[in-house]
């Protein structure tokens, strides 16, 4: 362009005014921390949020492959450093740490400090900060977990729900609704996933009418069944008694 302008006479250089309509963030955005080794939690939300109207920004935190208490608890100085990198100097709304077990075991409150470090004011959220908010408005009071984790970091866990406090009691059930002082969860260790699931192997019966599995400290809303392998971690699912 500069060349042309000097060698062709009577060409000359104008500027006009720019306009813009406020770019892919007019509406808001969203940002979020997400582990180094996470496959899906960024498209888990690029699949919930239309992207067209609320657009999600990512930055990566390292972290290790092993999943203990003691690397959830080393991420928490690469925090406001992954959240530093998140769209610099752009529009940010929220701000999400995408580790479950990682806040549990942080903790939510230095989690959103470290995080409003790169942003200060910004409001923040995390997954088991979503679930206490879906679990108050849906009024439920008794819970199953269930996890991928090792025994230690389940204990984690179960502190993190029993912790927190009840959510209200709807006015029309008052009367029926017994006070529970705690969120209950059902955290079952590996290796007793893995002993109940030999077992039930080998014996019929339990296919047809299995037994409640209630672990020391915890509260199960309906019979749990484990069934995961060794290698995955602690776990539990529950479903009802067949009839």
């Known amino acids: 362009m500069d060349t042309m302008a000097r060698s062709t006479p009577g060409a000359a250089i104008r500027s006009f005014p720019a306009l813009s309509d406020g770019g892919p963030t007019r509406n808001g955005a969203i940002g979020l921390v997400a582990?180094?080794?996470?496959?899906?939690?960024?498209?888990?939300?690029?699949?919930?949020?239309?992207?067209?109207?609320?657009?999600?920004?990512?930055?990566?935190?390292?972290?290790?492959?092993?999943?203990?208490?003691?690397t959830l608890g080393a991420m928490r100085d690469g925090i406001t450093a992954a959240a530093s990198l998140i769209l610099a100097g752009g529009r940010l709304d929220v701000l999400a740490y995408g580790c479950t077990s990682g806040t549990m075991v942080i903790g939510e409150?230095?989690?959103?400090?470290?995080?409003?470090?790169?942003?200060?004011?910004?409001?923040?959220t995390s997954p088991p900060t979503?679930?206490?908010?879906?679990?108050?408005a849906l009024?439920?009071?008794?819970?199953?977990?269930?996890?991928?984790?090792?025994?230690?970091?389940?204990?984690?866990?179960?502190?993190?729900?029993?912790?927190?406090?009840?959510?209200?009691?709807?006015?029309?059930?008052?009367?029926s609704t017994r006070r529970i002082s705690r969120a209950s969860s059902c955290l079952a260790p590996a290796c007793a996933a893995s002993r109940w699931s030999r077992s039930s192997r080998r014996s019929s019966a339990s296919?047809?009418?299995?037994?409640?599995?209630?672990?020391?400290?915890?509260?199960?809303?309906?019979?749990?069944?484990?069934?995961?392998?060794?290698?995955?971690?602690?776990c539990c699912a529950s479903r009802k008694r067949p009839a």
């Open 109 to 124: 409150d230095e989690v959103f400090a470290r995080l409003r470090a790169a942003r200060p004011g910004i409001a923040c």
């Open 35 to 70: 582990l180094a080794t996470d496959h899906v939690c960024e498209l888990d939300l690029r699949q919930i949020i239309p992207q067209d109207r609320l657009p999600l920004y990512v930055g990566r935190i390292g972290f290790a492959a092993e999943i203990t208490v003691e």
């Open 207 to 234: 296919r047809s009418s299995p037994a409640t599995r209630r672990w020391p400290g915890t509260r199960c809303a309906s019979p749990a069944i484990a069934s995961r392998s060794p290698t995955s971690g602690g």
């Open 130 to 136: 979503a679930a206490l908010a879906a679990l108050k």
């Open 139 to 175: 009024r439920l009071r008794r819970i199953a977990v269930l996890t991928p984790y090792t025994a230690s970091v389940n204990r984690r866990v179960q502190e993190y729900f029993t912790a927190s406090p009840p959510p209200a009691s709807s006015p029309r059930r008052r009367r």
